[in-house]
């Protein structure tokens, strides 16, 4: 049946196309690659009158040139890191946030850092990687296999037996500025125990084995293998984290139930692992446990020696549901960030500190773009505080993505353009919309079955969040993509971050600004 609605969408588009010219759409030109707009369109954005100017342009362009040559290398050591990892987040999908966050012209806060690369982002074994493989490249300096965590190549995905020889263990950049005396923490808006954030801490052949169920069910014993949340708690590295903040409290518990819906919990080792991480503190040592907003602010940063704050059962919520859906116990990205700032500003030697803006990625993978391109502007937001909140003479930030996705950013939309509405008309005679993606679940919803073509999305509620934007072709979830994503630096040997280079490079380069690990130091020289 697939096949045949296929074909039938094809020979409409087809009939579409030989029927000729169209009402709305552009008329033919010279040239057939660029079609041309007759009508002139007006412009909304805030900067039209002087953009008709020769000199706006010009003086642009100067100010630019100025800020560039004037520009000096911060060649200082780096006190503090902070590396804020936009999971999915594309070019595209920073080009579009912006137009959301309130025009083309304007930047979001990490496009503003100096300096700017282009890392490459491919598993040892994938072309396209997961974000298992990324943490590996990006927190500890090696590129693994796709889907295995903190440990290099050697080690196949679901093996039940290779993660155990440690000679094949890699270590997070966090677990080299502890090693030097600093403190070092992770915010999520994952669990704390997904994919990028276990980067800093664990070792596995497997990214969802991140309780001691999964590991059972895929026919390993978790009582040879320790899952990721156990890893976190009791983990040479996990154990020592100053600050753990994100979602995922089922992961830690057995039948316990949770203290803000009831559910139970994932284990079935009859583990309480929040407990354990409270009981692992003596008598001088403060260990604070948070699960809402209100709670974590109540704490005292400089008296909190460790703090745990698990938000949801799951993922936080995406930002959108939070504000329409009144979910006001949940702290947003930018919150979390400055309260683990807070608490990891208390040593005197510094810190790294890794933030995940991770649902930017669920909202890619389910098509709806609106999810996705808002949890950007959030993680912006963050971004901004903690580069307002410490100086760029002692502190490096650090800003990229793991991978891209394949949401595309295109058509012939005007100027100030809802970036979520439509850019122009197709040949089957329907508009179609700015945002679109190479695959994903959106291809039912825009199927007109009975029609042999797609769905008029004026018919549609597209000012939904959750509306599931156009796609190609029918698939479960959304596919990541291969292209290169961007790195922006701000601070102390930001300069660095310049040009292309394998995704594995990013740790050392925070390392030799920081001058923490065994590799090349900027202290040495």
């Keep these: 049946m697939q096949l045949s609605l296929s074909l039938g969408l094809l020979a409409a588009l087809a009939g579409a196309v030989i029927a000729g010219p169209l009402n709305g759409v552009p008329e033919a030109s010279n040239d057939p690659y660029h079609p041309s707009f007759p009508e002139e369109k007006s412009s909304l954005n805030r900067n039209a009158q002087q953009e008709q100017n020769i000199e706006y342009w010009k003086d642009n362009a100067k100010h630019t040139v100025d800020t560039i040559v004037n520009r000096k290398e911060n060649k200082n050591v780096a006190k503090n890191v902070i590396m804020f990892l936009g999971d999915g987040m594309s070019i ?111 070792h596995t052949a497997n990214r969802d084995w991140e309780n001691d169920y999964f590991i059972t069910g895929d026919g390993c014993d978790p009582n040879v293998l320790d899952d ?10 996990g ?28 284990r079935r080792d009859g583990k309480n692992l929040i407990q354990e991480w409270l009981d692992l503190g003596s008598e001088v040592e403060n260990r604070t446990y948070v699960w809402n907003k209100q709670d974590l602010f109540a704490i005292d940063p400089a008296k909190t020696d460790r703090l745990l704050g ?26 979390m960030v400055d309260r683990a700032t807070d608490v990891l500003s208390t040593n005197e030697k510094g810190f790294f500190l890794f933030v995940e803006g991770g649902r930017i990625d669920h909202g890619h993978h389910d098509n709806w773009g609106k999810m996705a391109i808002d949890e ?21 930030i650090v800003v990229t993505s793991d991978h891209s996705h394949s949401v595309s950013f295109s058509g012939y939309p ?77 601070g102390p040997w930001s300069h660095l971050f310049t040009g292309t280079y394998e995704q594995n490079t990013i740790p050392h380069m925070m390392a030799y600004a920081s001058c923490v690990g065994d590799g090349l130091k900027a202290c040495a020289s």
């Design 414 to 490: 005007t100027r100030a353009n809802d970036i979520f509405g439509t850019a122009g008309t197709a040949s089957d005679r329907l508009p179609y919309m700015t945002i679109s993606y190479a695959n994903g679940l959106g291809f039912y919803d825009h199927i007109d079955a009975e029609n042999h073509g797609r769905k008029d999305v004026r018919t549609m509620d597209t000012s939904s969040d959750y509306f599931r934007f156009p796609t190609t072709l029918p698939v479960f979830s959304e596919t990541h993509a291969g292209e290169d994503v961007a790195v922006y630096a701000s």
């Design 92 to 202: 595209a999908t920073v080009a579009m946030a912006r137009v959301y966050a309130g025009g083309e012209e304007r930047q979001l806060a990490f496009e503003k850092f100096p300096y700017i690369g282009m890392s490459k982002t491919y598993c040892v074994n994938y072309q396209v990687p997961d974000s298992a493989c990324t943490s590996t490249a990006y927190l500890t300096g090696v590129k693994g296999n796709y889907e295995t965590i903190g440990v290099n190549a050697q080690v196949p995905v679901y093996s039940c037996t290779a993660e155990l020889d440690n000679s094949t263990h890699t270590h997070s950049i966090a677990k080299w500025a502890m090693d030097v005396g600093k403190d070092a923490g992770l915010v999520t808006t994952t669990r704390v125990t997904h994919a990028s954030p276990a980067g800093v801490y664990a």
């Design 376 to 396: 950007t502007v959030e993680f912006s937001k963050a971004v901004e505080l903690a580069r307002k909140k410490f100086s760029e003479e002692d502190t490096l």
């Design 310 to 335: 698990l938000f949801e059962p799951s993922h936080c919520a995406y930002n959108l549901d939070r504000v329409h859906k009144n979910m006001e116990k949940e702290p947003t990205l930018a919150e």
């Design 239 to 266: 154990k020592r984290l100053k600050v753990i903040m994100g979602g995922g409290r089922s992961e830690f518990l057995d039948q316990e139930p949770d203290p803000e819906y009831g559910d139970r919990g994932y």
């Design 228 to 237: 990721i949340a156990k890893q976190l708690v009791h983990g040479d590295t």
